[in-house]
């Protein structure tokens, strides 16, 4: 087996600057890993973590490996990799890292069965992609394997519907359901590096421009609130009537894709669903649109059906493919359509990853401590562990609250009182 895969071992000093800089907006991590390395509760555990590789993912790795597990890390997306943090992880701390930004399908799968080659106790997946080929194509390793954990909507989806269909063969904790995940995460997370992405690839101005946001879950939400803080005039597409009618309220206009596509200047799509963006839509859209994707799997955007209608396809920035359509308008695909936020910038800032990364390595740790007694079911995060990282970040961010006094608590509590 190789050691590792990585681009360029030489960019490691750079990838530690970004780890180290990175680290001081991760306060709850870096308490964790205090007490990690004092207690070691992960001791003798081989994990297998199939995470973007990104500065904070480092940290997070690094504390695994303070806690005593044995890591390799592998991409969860072929374009989000930062390559110096990946040799960084190599050189400095000897975490064999198999990722490689641009590698190609093939590559991306021989990197994900490299990481499953450490034969896991414990699988981290954001997507799902490890256990759904430990499950397909490397049934040996189910012997050995306790638990896993999972950090994105679209993996707890996939295995919720595995354990559904009695197919999960192992307990795995949803990262993502917690709190502290995807209400700051998703929603700030995704908002912000989103608008971060967009810009990068393309440097258009929002303000004044329609922007289309297909989906109005925890990032939608996060991603609209902030396009019209940059001026945009925001639109929302939907397809749960609950959560149109709140975008409705929060002040968004909501129609269906079908006209948001002759008004729209840039569309993101972050729905978790496939072909949300479809042929009949692209045959409606004005000349010149960008369109981009912040959901997990790059199927939300029909990429194939776009380029059988192009006579041409060309990169006119790093990040912006230009599709020639045969009636002469043009379509600009962002990231290829995958994670525009990872893609064409750096991903979610550390100062929330340091929460969702907190509940990966709380979960490892309630893993290793309770797999024995866990069903092959998904799990969501206790809520202890979930209230401790909220109380940890706000200590950290010097921000006190109040105590409920006894009076207010058996006030709570009791059903006595009433109209006075
Ligand atoms: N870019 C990132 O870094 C990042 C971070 C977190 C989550 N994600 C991914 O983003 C996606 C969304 O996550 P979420 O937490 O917001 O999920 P969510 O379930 O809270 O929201 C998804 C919303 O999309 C809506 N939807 C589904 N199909 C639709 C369609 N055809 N048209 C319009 N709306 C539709 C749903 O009704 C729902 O309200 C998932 O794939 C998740 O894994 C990405």
Redesign the pocket.
């Known amino acids: 087996m190789e050691k590792f895969d990585i681009k360029d071992a030489k960019q490691a000093e750079g990838g530690r600057r970004r780890i180290v800089w990175a680290e001081r907006e991760m306060p709850v991590l870096r308490t964790i890993m205090e007490r990690f390395e004092k207690e070691r509760p992960l001791k003798g555990l081989r994990l297998s973590a199939c995470l973007?590789v990104t500065a904070e993912t480092g940290n997070l790795m690094r504390t695994l490996q303070a806690g005593g597990a044995d890591v390799v890390l592998v991409a969860s997306n072929p374009l989000s990799t930062q390559d110096d943090v990946a040799a960084s992880l190599v050189t400095h701390d000897e975490i064999p890292v198999f990722a490689i930004k641009g590698e190609d399908n093939a590559t991306y799968y021989k990197h994900i069965n490299a990481g499953l080659d450490h034969k896991p106790h414990m699988t981290m997946d954001d997507?799902a992609d490890l256990v759904s080929e430990i499950h397909k194509n490397r049934r040996d390793l189910l012997e050995t394997i306790v638990g896993g954990t999972e950090e994105?909507?679209?993996?707890v989806i996939r295995l919720k519907a595995m354990a559904a269909d009695k197919m999960l063969e192992f307990p795995v904790i949803a990262v993502?359901d917690a709190m502290t995940k995807?209400f700051f995460?998703?929603r700030y997370?995704?908002g912000q590096?989103?608008i971060d992405g967009v810009i990068r690839a393309t440097n258009i101005l929002l303000a004044g421009k329609t922007f289309v946001v297909?989906?109005?879950?925890?990032?939608?939400?996060g991603l609209a609130d902030r396009a019209r803080g940059m001026g945009a005039n925001v639109v929302v597409?939907?397809?749960?009537p609950m959560?149109a009618l709140e975008a409705v309220m929060d002040g968004f206009r909501v129609m269906p894709?079908a006209e948001a596509v002759k008004i729209g200047d840039i569309f993101v799509?972050?729905?978790?669903?496939i072909n949300?963006l479809d042929k009949h839509h692209f045959e409606n859209m004005k000349d010149g649109a960008i369109v981009a994707n912040?959901?997990?799997?790059n199927v939300e955007i029909n990429i194939p059906a776009l380029e059988k209608m192009s006579k041409e396809k060309r990169l006119v920035r790093p990040f912006v493919d230009e599709y020639l359509l045969s009636d002469g308008r043009s379509i600009h695909i962002l990231g290829e359509g995958r994670?525009?936020?990872?893609a064409s910038a750096e991903?979610?800032p550390a100062s929330v990853m340091d929460m969702s990364f907190a509940n990966q390595a709380l979960a490892a740790e309630y893993m290793a401590k309770n797999a024995d007694k866990l069903g092959k079911q998904v799990y969501s995060v206790p809520e202890e562990i979930d209230r401790e990282i909220a109380r940890i970040k706000l200590d950290a961010m010097g921000v006190k609250i109040d105590k409920l006094t006894a009076e207010q608590e058996k006030y709570l509590n009791s059903w006595e009182e009433g109209t006075v």
């Not at 994105?152 to 993996?155: D, I, V």
């Not at 297909?214 to 939400?221: H, K, L, P």
């Not at 912040?294 to 799997?297: A, E, I, N, T």
């Open positions: 973007h997507g994105t909507t679209t993996g993502n995807h995460d998703n997370g995704t590096s989103t297909a989906g109005y879950g925890w990032c939608g939400r597409t939907e397809v749960n959560v894709m799509t972050v729905t978790g669903d949300v912040s959901g997990h799997f994670l525009i936020n990872l991903g979610h």
